[in-house]
């Protein structure tokens, strides 16, 4: 029997079992439906993918609470996840096996972000600091720390045009940017206010746009020159500058979109106006994940804390399905390379 035949074999074996005989019991919440869970059908059934083999066996994270999600641009099967208190997972097989790297076990992961020309660059933002692998994921060194230990580093994402470029955001509202890949860093702007997101703008390598903790929306279109406040098209619609979740519609140029506590908008002209779409969740209800397809503005996803919502249609008409979780939707990532594959982190949410 040749050697990677067994290696095959092994592999498949670990994506059956799902859960092995070891799991984190550290920040494991109730029970063990924590973790990842991946559709291959558009969000029509999931499977849990939390096994971590071992030269000792499997082990898993299925007690774990997930917080993000990243993809390496490169390689849609390189899949990241931070969590809110087990540090950081990856996986090169599209979430069938995970491994987790030794030098971030634990803590909180806000951001992961990958080099978009080096797959094995990847970024880290965890407590009140970054840090930086670029051999795979086996070693990270701190490239940046914050002063004060309770000052976390909120948002992290690199400009997909020059991966020199990246740009992070912290939990009192300075914006950080380093253009020599995190060797040296200076101030760009400070909102004075916690930074949710920074979203680069798939087509535009100067345009960025952020939502603050309290001061709405915010726009560059000259790489942080100068920055604008550009809420007044979400003031139009109440509750919506309560912004929690902003991601870009990679399938359309110009669109966003962004979730407010429980209304879901879509901006077709950079972030100046902004439509509201008719969902159907109840206004009682929190939305915690926002994703599109990035080939289909039409396929929209949204997750609650017990539903999981989907559009085909822009939003005119929305499908359910419970979650495969008794813990919320915590994060969703599309599959750029096969958009029915859809990845839902779960987390216990504390109100």
């Not at 919440?29 to 990842?36: H, P």
């Amino acid at each position: 029997m040749s050697r990677f035949y067994k290696i095959g074999i092994f592999f498949s074996a670990v994506a059956l079992l799902g859960q092995g005989c070891i799991s984190f019991q550290r920040g494991a919440g109730r029970g063990v439906d924590g973790g990842v869970f991946k559709s291959q059908n558009s969000g029509e059934e999931w499977q849990q993918k939390v096994a971590i083999p071992t030269a000792a066996g499997i082990r898993n994270f299925s007690g774990v609470n997930i917080n993000t999600f990243a993809i390496d641009p490169q390689d849609h099967m390189a899949i990241y996840t931070g969590t809110k208190e087990n540090g950081m997972f990856y996986s090169f097989d599209g979430g069938d096996s995970w491994r987790q790297p030794k030098d971030i076990t634990a803590g909180f992961v806000a951001a992961i972000a990958i080099d978009p020309a080096d797959k094995c660059t990847i970024y880290a933002a965890t407590g009140n600091r970054i840090l930086k692998s670029t051999d795979c994921n086996r070693t990270f060194a701190e490239i940046y720390r914050e002063p004060s230990p309770q000052t976390f580093i909120t948002a992290l994402t690199i400009n997909p045009f020059n991966p020199l470029f990246l740009y992070a955001g912290t939990a009192t509202g300075t914006l950080l940017r380093t253009r020599d890949a995190g060797r040296t860093w200076a101030l760009e702007y400070n909102f004075q206010g916690r930074i949710l997101d920074i979203v680069a703008d798939p087509r535009n390598s100067s345009t960025r746009l952020l939502t603050i903790s309290g001061r709405g929306l915010w726009k560059t279109e000259n790489d942080g020159a100068n920055y604008k406040d550009i809420s007044e098209g979400l003031r139009k619609h109440e509750g919506a500058q309560d912004a929690r979740h902003l991601i870009a519609d990679r399938a359309t140029a110009n669109a966003f979109l962004l979730a407010s506590r429980s209304k879901l908008l879509r901006s077709t002209d950079g972030g100046l106006t902004w439509a509201l779409l008719p969902i159907i969740s109840p206004s009682t209800v929190e939305i915690f994940a926002l994703a599109v397809n990035p080939r289909s503005s039409a396929q929209i996803y949204y997750g609650t804390a017990t539903t999981f919502y989907k559009t085909a249609d822009g939003g005119k008409n929305w499908s359910t399905k419970k979650l495969p979780s008794t813990r919320a939707t915590s994060a969703l990532l599309v599959d750029f390379d096969t958009p029915q594959i859809i990845y839902l982190g779960a987390a216990t949410i504390k109100q």
